[in-house]
């Protein structure tokens, strides 16, 4: 089948509430590529509406982190949008393969992923819609965000929760502020990056429940078990910060640009930060210091910057840390009283005990007289 006379379809490699994505190969220019047809059984009249917008947004975007688009137009009657196809398969597919994901894989999946969000976010584009399913794996491991603008329209959490198909692609990575019927922005992307990457590493989303509003009320109170008790093997640090994505408040989680930052630097890894210089007569003392979370349970810093994790490492020689606890090494001098204080504590001793005397005095003196 030769779509708009230059698009041929060869099979099918996904379907959707919306449409239908086939391999194809262009041959004016000579590559393959994947078309996305619009479904056109009406079911759905602001169907067109959003696959325009789906392309116009995705149009905008060009980064090694997002799927490209390449072309849009109408074809008997059916919308139709060329995108860039991608040879491996999604982030769902891999779980479902290999279980879960080794915490070298996961930095990876994370810091590419969050490329490609800060990217969108610097344009003003809130995906509203990342899942497993939506971020795909070439190759060679390199992670590609899809389908920007398909969720952009689902504001409100019963009307995405209750569309076809919705229930596991928003419901299971929907932001607090999402279900508590707050527009979606550049945070509630980070939360729902945050409930992939705890599914990766756990193999489960954070939150699960057999209805949608037992659902949306886990999001919004329940603070998410840290991914070790159901047998994750992440470094302190990286789970810190995980659970910083999930804070309830979208405040207190870190922006895509600096999560990019913090996994691509590796702090993920739990390396300690270098030591200040050493002042002159200073010892050593390891003081564990609490990391200090969110007031709704979680594990979340306000305003976590890119270097925030490296903080949870323990430092050298030092007990290892529990997770979510900071560990930093400080130098305390040793501290010895000088003349001047000792004189001045035992002046201050000997005034109390004079006041004592003096007052006891006074008070048989009086009793005396009276």
């Given at each position: 089948m030769?779509?708009?006379?230059?698009?041929?379809?060869?099979?099918?490699?996904?379907?959707?509430?919306?449409?239908?994505?086939?391999?194809?190969?262009?041959?004016?220019?000579?590559?393959?590529?994947?078309?996305?047809?619009?479904?056109?059984?009406?079911?759905?009249?602001?169907?067109?509406?959003?696959?325009?917008?789906?392309?116009?947004?995705?149009?905008?975007?060009?980064?090694?982190?997002?799927?490209?688009?390449?072309?849009?137009?109408?074809?008997?009657?059916?919308?139709?949008?060329?995108?860039?196809?991608?040879?491996?398969?999604?982030?769902?597919?891999?779980?479902?393969?290999?279980?879960?994901?080794?915490?070298?894989?996961?930095?990876?999946?994370?810091?590419?992923?969050?490329?490609?969000?800060?990217?969108a976010?610097?344009?003003?584009?809130?995906?509203?819609?990342?899942?497993?399913?939506?971020?795909?794996?070439?190759?060679?491991?390199?992670?590609?965000?899809?389908?920007?603008?398909?969720?952009?329209?689902?504001?409100?959490?019963?009307?995405?929760?209750?569309?076809?198909?919705?229930?596991?692609?928003?419901?299971l990575?929907?932001?607090p502020?999402?279900?508590?019927?707050?527009?979606?922005?550049?945070?509630?992307?980070?939360?729902?990056?945050?409930?992939?990457?705890?599914?990766?590493?756990?193999?489960?989303?954070?939150?699960?429940?057999?209805?949608?509003?037992a659902?949306?009320?886990?999001?919004?109170?329940?603070?998410?078990?840290?991914?070790?008790?159901?047998?994750?093997?992440?470094?302190?640090?990286?789970?810190?910060?995980?659970?910083?994505?999930?804070?309830?408040?979208?405040?207190?989680?870190?922006?895509?640009?600096?999560?990019?930052?913090?996994?691509?630097?590796?702090?993920?890894?739990?390396?300690?930060?270098?030591?200040?210089?050493?002042?002159?007569g200073?010892?050593?003392?390891?003081?564990?210091?609490?990391?200090?979370?969110?007031?709704?349970?979680?594990?979340?810093?306000?305003?976590?910057?890119?270097?925030?994790?490296?903080?949870?490492?323990?430092?050298?020689?030092?007990?290892?840390?529990?997770?979510?606890?900071?560990?930093?090494?400080?130098?305390?001098?040793?501290?010895?009283?000088?003349?001047?204080?000792?004189?001045?504590?035992?002046?201050r001793?000997?005034?109390?005990?004079?006041g004592?005397?003096?007052?006891?005095?006074?008070?048989?003196v009086?009793?005396?007289?009276?």
């Open positions: 030769l779509v708009a006379g230059r698009y041929r379809l060869h099979t099918v490699i996904g379907r959707g509430g919306m449409g239908e994505v086939w391999r194809a190969s262009d041959e004016v220019l000579g590559r393959p590529v994947a078309v996305k047809l619009l479904l056109n059984d009406g079911a759905d009249a602001s169907a067109a509406g959003r696959f325009r917008l789906e392309a116009q947004t995705s149009a905008r975007l060009h980064h090694p982190h997002v799927v490209g688009t390449f072309d849009y137009g109408a074809w008997e009657d059916r919308l139709f949008l060329v995108m860039e196809l991608i040879e491996g398969g999604s982030l769902a597919e891999e779980l479902t393969a290999g279980g879960p994901l080794a915490a070298e894989r996961l930095a990876r999946v994370a810091r590419e992923a969050a490329e490609g969000l800060a990217a976010h610097a344009l003003g584009i809130v995906h509203r819609d990342i899942k497993p399913g939506n971020l795909l794996s070439d190759r060679a491991g390199t992670v590609r965000i899809a389908d920007f603008g398909i969720a952009r329209f689902v504001d409100d959490p019963s009307a995405g929760l209750t569309t076809t198909g919705q229930i596991v692609g928003t419901g990575y929907l932001a502020e999402r279900a508590i019927g707050t527009p979606a922005t550049s945070a509630s992307d980070m939360y729902s990056l945050g409930c992939v990457l705890y599914q990766l590493t756990v193999g489960r989303p954070p939150f699960e429940a057999t209805t949608a509003t659902l949306l009320y886990q999001h919004v109170d329940a603070p998410p078990v840290p991914p070790h008790q159901r047998g994750a093997a992440l470094p302190p640090a990286f789970e810190a910060y995980l659970l910083s994505m999930l804070a309830k408040r979208p405040e207190d989680r870190p922006t895509a640009r600096q999560a990019a930052d913090w996994f691509g630097g590796g702090a993920w890894r739990g390396a300690p930060e270098p030591l200040p210089p050493e002042q002159p200073t010892g050593h003392v390891p003081f564990p210091v609490p990391y200090r979370g969110s007031s709704h349970g979680t594990y979340g810093g306000s305003s976590r910057g890119p270097d925030d994790g490296r903080r949870a490492a323990a430092a050298p020689g030092a007990p290892a840390a529990a997770s979510g606890w900071n560990t930093t090494v400080h130098r305390v001098p040793p501290r010895r009283p000088g003349l001047r204080t000792s004189l001045r504590r035992h002046y001793a000997v005034a109390v005990v004079g004592a005397v003096v007052f006891v005095s006074a008070l048989l009086g009793m005396t007289l009276f």
